[in-house]
Nanobody
Framework: VQLVESGGGSVQSGGSLTLSCAAR????????MGWFRQIPGKERERVAA???????TYADSVKGRFAISNDNAKNTLYLQMNSLEPEDTAVYYC?????????????????????????WGQGTQVTVSS
């Protein structure tokens, strides 16, 4: 099983990007899936999550600007990012709760969700310039 991210790049402030996470050997809609980002030297931050029932939740910093979605036919998870800001610059990762450890996909406490996401992609760089 594998997750492969793509779609990162460099954009100017206010621009948009769509990240893709192609799932191989698993069906994303069967698991709690998430998008995360990390800046060197800082903790990994979850920015969006989608539960098996399709419920989506977001970090306050991206609400109203980012949208997470699943395409069942393509076995792919997406993150649509609009109104990008320099503070969004990071390496973005997708991840799956492969063991279905998380009984709640919408709990945002890191000590909780860190127990569940066991399958990670390799990451894709997003750079937003002012």
């Amino acid at each position: 099983v594998q997750l492969v991210e793509s779609g990162g790049g460099s954009v100017q402030s206010g621009g948009s990007l769509t990240l893709s996470c192609a799932a191989r050997g698993l069906t994303p809609t069967s698991y709690c899936m998430g998008w995360f980002r990390q800046i060197p030297g800082k903790e990994r931050e979850r920015v969006a999550a989608v539960a098996v029932d399709g419920t989506t939740t977001y970090a306050d910093s991206v609400k109203g600007r980012f949208a997470i979605s699943n395409d069942n036919a393509k076995n792919t998870l997406y993150l649509q990012m609009n109104s990008l800001e320099p503070e969004d610059t990071a390496v973005y990762y997708c991840a799956a709760d492969l063991s279905r450890t998380l009984t709640r996909c919408d709990i945002w406490t890191m000590t909780y969700w860190a127990l569940g996401y066991s399958l990670w992609g390799q990451g894709t760089q997003v750079t937003v310039s002012s």
